[in-house]
């Protein structure tokens, strides 16, 4: 499924299947990541969420530690998939921009009733910046995960001063990734961004949302779709066109074959024909020329008629008839 208008419906296709797939598995391995990285401290035990129904579970380190570095594989593969798929289609609308900041605080004034909100594309300004704010932060969260993976490896040895570092800036990166998922979470409390919420699960957004604020977005999604119909039309029109040439060359060999097919018969007398056998012999010796065609013989009469379709000769028909050991008379 591709981005799109459908009129009809009154929506407007934002996402496919697969940015839906990658943005809630992205989105649920993060989480965990977070659950789990702050589980393997003792901080669930002692301000007690292990005493909630359920979560005795949460205050167990190996328990912790599974869920950790398995949403730390999915988090990895999902960031891998994201910039080699996107980037082989060459996606940039999520890349930030030239000004993006200076619109995205005027586009945040005017939440709060400030101003007017500029007319965006398919992504918001502010919509770039969280990208690139969480895709940054995600990096660092990878990156120094994987030190901290490494130096468990048999053989390993990093400097305790290397592991202090990455140690400090993994949990540092954790606490700002949080923050930036929050932030994330309460832009939604505007009433101008809950349109959004839709597209978070379906991957549409209402026609109107989209024309009023994505107007840019709308726009070109409109000229595309205008010049998709002409070129359809434009082929459709070819096609006709090819149909009524073949058309008409089929009527004008048609009539060409009618035309040699009603030329004006021609009748000869011949002498000499007493038999059955000399009307085979006259019949077969004008067939063999190419153009005489429908050979009656009319032994009673002494004459022969056919059709010549291809203006054979008179010389060539009397030369037939003759070397068949007859002779041609006058009509």
């Given at each position: 499924m591709?981005?799109?208008i459908?009129?009809e419906?009154?929506?407007?296709l934002?996402?496919?299947p697969?940015?839906?797939?990658e943005?809630w598995?992205l989105?649920?391995s993060?989480?965990?990541l977070?659950?789990?990285g702050?589980?393997?401290?003792p901080?669930?035990?002692?301000?007690?969420?292990?005493?909630?129904?359920?979560?005795?579970?949460?205050g167990?380190?190996f328990i912790?530690?599974?869920?950790h570095?398995?949403a730390g594989i999915?988090?990895?593969?999902?960031?891998?998939f994201?910039?080699?798929y996107?980037?082989?289609l060459?996606?940039?609308g999520?890349?930030p921009?030239k000004?993006?900041?200076?619109t995205?605080?005027i586009t945040i004034?005017?939440?709060?009733?400030?101003g007017?909100?500029?007319?965006?594309?398919?992504?918001?300004p502010?919509q770039?910046?969280?990208?690139?704010?969480?895709?940054?932060?995600?990096?660092?969260?990878v990156l120094?995960?994987?030190v901290k993976?490494?130096?468990?490896?048999?053989?390993v040895?990093?400097?305790?001063s290397?592991i202090?570092?990455?140690t400090?800036?993994h949990?540092?990166a954790?606490?700002?990734?949080?923050?930036?998922?929050?932030a994330h979470l309460?832009?939604?409390?505007?009433?101008?961004?809950?349109?959004l919420?839709?597209?978070?699960f379906t991957?549409?957004?209402?026609l109107e949302y989209?024309?009023?604020?994505?107007t840019?977005w709308y726009d070109?999604m409109?000229?595309n779709k205008?010049?998709?119909k002409v070129?359809a039309?434009?082929k459709?029109?070819v096609?006709?066109?090819?149909?009524?040439e073949?058309?008409?060359a089929?009527?004008?060999i048609e009539?060409?074959?009618?035309?040699?097919?009603v030329?004006m018969?021609?009748?000869?007398?011949v002498?000499?024909m007493?038999?059955?056998?000399?009307?085979?012999?006259?019949?077969?010796?004008?067939?063999?020329?190419?153009?005489i065609?429908?050979?009656?013989?009319d032994?009673?009469?002494?004459?022969?008629?056919f059709d010549?379709?291809?203006?054979?000769p008179?010389?060539?028909?009397e030369?037939?008839?003759?070397?068949?050991?007859?002779k041609v008379?006058?009509?």
């Amino acid at each position: 499924m591709q981005e799109g208008i459908i009129k009809e419906k009154g929506i407007v296709l934002r996402h496919s299947p697969v940015e839906l797939t990658e943005h809630w598995l992205l989105a649920i391995s993060g989480l965990l990541l977070i659950f789990s990285g702050f589980g393997e401290l003792p901080m669930y035990k002692r301000y007690m969420v292990t005493e909630i129904p359920g979560m005795g579970w949460a205050g167990d380190f190996f328990i912790n530690l599974k869920i950790h570095y398995l949403a730390g594989i999915v988090f990895v593969s999902i960031m891998v998939f994201h910039a080699l798929y996107h980037g082989w289609l060459r996606h940039q609308g999520l890349i930030p921009r030239k000004g993006d900041v200076r619109t995205s605080l005027i586009t945040i004034l005017s939440m709060f009733g400030f101003g007017k909100e500029p007319k965006s594309g398919k992504y918001l300004p502010e919509q770039r910046l969280a990208y690139a704010y969480l895709g940054g932060v995600g990096l660092i969260l990878v990156l120094t995960g994987l030190v901290k993976v490494i130096k468990n490896l048999p053989g390993v040895y990093f400097s305790p001063s290397l592991i202090t570092g990455m140690t400090l800036i993994h949990t540092f990166a954790t606490i700002f990734f949080l923050l930036g998922v929050l932030a994330h979470l309460a832009a939604l409390i505007f009433k101008v961004n809950r349109p959004l919420v839709k597209s978070i699960f379906t991957g549409k957004v209402d026609l109107e949302y989209a024309q009023d604020r994505h107007t840019i977005w709308y726009d070109e999604m409109m000229k595309n779709k205008d010049e998709v119909k002409v070129e359809a039309e434009v082929k459709e029109e070819v096609k006709a066109e090819r149909s009524r040439e073949v058309e008409v060359a089929e009527k004008f060999i048609e009539t060409e074959s009618i035309k040699e097919d009603v030329k004006m018969a021609t009748t000869l007398k011949v002498k000499g024909m007493s038999c059955q056998h000399c009307v085979m012999s006259v019949t077969k010796a004008l067939g063999q020329l190419e153009g005489i065609k429908n050979v009656q013989v009319d032994l009673a009469k002494g004459e022969v008629r056919f059709d010549n379709t291809k203006e054979v000769p008179p010389h060539r028909i009397e030369k037939a008839i003759e070397e068949a050991g007859y002779k041609v008379g006058p009509s």
